[in-house]
């Protein structure tokens, strides 16, 4: 690990301790946590992509398989005003 010091307006810092706060943990964690978040949507894991091109039909149909045919909970069900492709 290596330490670094940052300047942030007061009102950044507020919110930041308050968020770190809430989520049971120090305000070091909650600052790696942000920025990892951002660089993966700057820099995507290659290795997800190298997983994704190993998918196919066949496999997703067999996991598809193991999964109980039954409704969802009441808090999971979409909305009814959502359309499904057809």
Known sequence: MSAIQIEMPKLVHDRAQKLARAQSMSLDRLMVVALVEKLS??????????????????????????????????????????????
Request: proline share 9%; hydrophobic share 30%.
């Open 41 to 86: 949507t700057v820099f995507p894991d290659n290795a997800l992509e190298k997983r994704a091109r190993r998918g196919n039909r066949n496999g997703f149909e067999k996991f598809m398989a193991g999964v109980p045919d039954i409704e969802p909970d009441e808090f999971d069900k979409l909305p009814k005003s959502f359309k499904t492709r057809k």
